[in-house]
């Protein structure tokens, strides 16, 4: 449980990748006990903006912070998932989950049931299927038992099974009075879950709204749909 | 420490998974051990001007061998990212460069020493006595090695051109540690002693240190950027 109240806060934030603009001025301010749905086309840096937040990635300007109460989170209170697996392929699910759990103190036994991997557990990462490499990629980012946490599109390669193991712990994390901010474009299965929504266009956050009951938005979703066309 | 050995178990456990860096880097070393023995055999050399090309053929086949088995050091770390996953368990930057360089040094050394060996025995040297001093000799060299070729390794991974920048940005700035090398191989083939009076010596500890400490700084700002 966060010994404190948790808390992301994005001031001005720009980055750019050569020449190209990918965030451009950011400003945002999230709480923790909620799951944030973070939307935008195709290169509205979304990505990015996770990389940021995750302390994976320097911003070129403007101020980050993820704070627990009145201190800053530490990298193993932090959890993130990001296009790449972040796993080695030559190493078996439970070898991979060990290594990290040893370097983070968590539990790989604890993980391996949490994400159904125990008909998997002796097999090498590269002989895994996409939809399993996803699982284990997910089991690692919630290592040891983060009270934030960045996903990027978590589930684009995920069974129904596996979404619903992820409803189950990033439900888990908000209870908890955690923080989760997840990029996607799955809103059909994620915003009845979702408490809030940002939508990201050209670098800027164009929009922010509560969702309502079910995922109900009167703004925010008509307004993605609106510039996703 | 236990976060250290976690590191290098790891390295290790993947290392005997599929040899990749021992194939790579014992391969080589053994062809190019070979070709260098054809070479000076081509040139009926005497037994005293063959001692004499040992110690700069010996570094000649460490420097090569060693390149290629660097550059993909980091290859299993960045191809899915798996350094960003470690960085997210708050292992300091400074520890990862760390036992990047050991496991580069362990490796580096082992097939360093097989091609004393077997240079040795191709090229009839009376390495003998002197073979403890030589590898004493080797230890500083390979260290400076590896942590400035760790750190430039991360520098050429990330870059456009991978492995083909490497030796580019790497060998003019080992060129005083080979020679180093090369010399103090020489004093010992000669006199059968360690000359503990050359220069060379203090400036190979220099370059160990000042290597290091510049590894050590830079590796973490080339980690986030």
Redo the contacts between chains.
């Keep these: 449980m966060p010994d404190g109240k948790v808390a992301l806060h994005f001031e001005e934030i720009a980055k750019a990748f050569s020449r190209q603009k990918v965030l451009n001025g950011v400003n945002l301010s999230l709480q923790g006990g909620e799951i944030v749905l973070l939307l935008g086309a195709n290169g509205s840096g979304k990505s990015t903006l996770l990389r940021i937040a ?1 302390d ?3 911003p070129d300007s403007g101020r980050r912070k993820v704070l627990l109460g009145e201190r800053n989170a ?3 209170e ?3 998932l ?1 296009h ?8 078996s699910v439970y ?1 991979n989950l060990a ?2 759990s ?3 103190g968590g539990l790989a036994e604890a993980l391996i049931d949490a994400w159904a991997l125990q008909d998997i557990r002796n097999s090498l990462a590269r002989d895994l299927s996409k939809g399993q490499l996803a699982r284990l990629s997910l089991a ?1 980012a919630f ?1 040891p038992a983060p009270s934030i946490v960045f996903l990027d599109e978590p589930t684009s390669a995920l069974d129904e099974r596996g979404v619903q193991i992820l409803l189950r712990e990033i439900g888990k994390v908000r209870e908890l009075g955690g923080l989760v901010l997840i990029a996607t474009h799955d809103i059909a299965r994620l915003a009845a879950y979702a408490q809030r929504v940002l939508v990201l266009q050209q670098g800027k956050m164009a929009c922010e709204e509560a969702l309502g009951l079910g995922g109900s938005s009167a703004k925010a979703l008509p307004f993605y749909h609106s510039i996703n066309r | 420490m ?2 250290l050995a ?2 290098l178990r ?1 390295d290790l ?2 290392e005997l ?2 040899r990749e860096g021992l194939t790579l880097i014992l391969g080589h070393a053994l062809l190019l051990s070979l070709i260098a023995s054809f070479a000076v055999g081509s040139a009926f050399l005497n037994p005293l001007s063959t001692s004499r090309v040992f110690p700069g053929l010996v570094w000649m086949i460490f420097l090569f061998a060693a390149t290629l088995c660097i550059g993909r050091s980091y290859d ?1 770390e960045l ?4 350094m ?8 300091p930057a400074e520890l990862i460069y760390l036992s990047k360089v050991l496991g580069n040094f362990c490796l580096i050394f082992f097939s360093h020493v097989i091609t004393l060996i077997v240079l040795g025995v191709l090229l009839n040297v009376p390495v003998g006595m002197g073979f403890l001093q030589l590898l004493l000799v080797s230890v500083p060299v390979i260290f400076a090695y590896a942590a400035l070729a760790t750190l430039l390794a991360a520098v050429a991974a990330t870059s456009r051109l991978k492995g083909m920048l490497l030796p580019l940005i790497l060998l003019p700035l080992v060129f005083p540690i080979l020679i180093s090398g090369i010399e103090l191989f020489q004093g010992i083939l000669e006199s059968g002693a360690l000359p503990l009076d050359a220069v060379w010596i203090p400036l190979l500890l220099v370059a160990d240190v000042v290597y290091f400490v510049a590894g050590i700084n830079l590796f973490p700002i080339l980690l ?2």
């Excluded at chain 1, 790449?84 to 190493?91: I, R």
């Excluded at chain 2, 191809?79 to 798996?82: D, I, K, L, R, Y």
């Excluded at chain 2, 960003?84 to 292992?91: E, S």
Aim: glycine share 8%; aromatic share 8%.
């Design positions: 995750a994976l990635l320097r530490t990298a193993q932090v959890g993130y990001g790449n697996s972040m796993l080695y392929a030559d190493l070898e290594f990290f040893q370097l983070s690692r290592l | 236990r976060r976690t590191l790891k456990r993947i998974r599929n299993h191809v899915s990212s798996a960003d996953g470690i960085r997210l368990c708050g292992v986030k950027d």
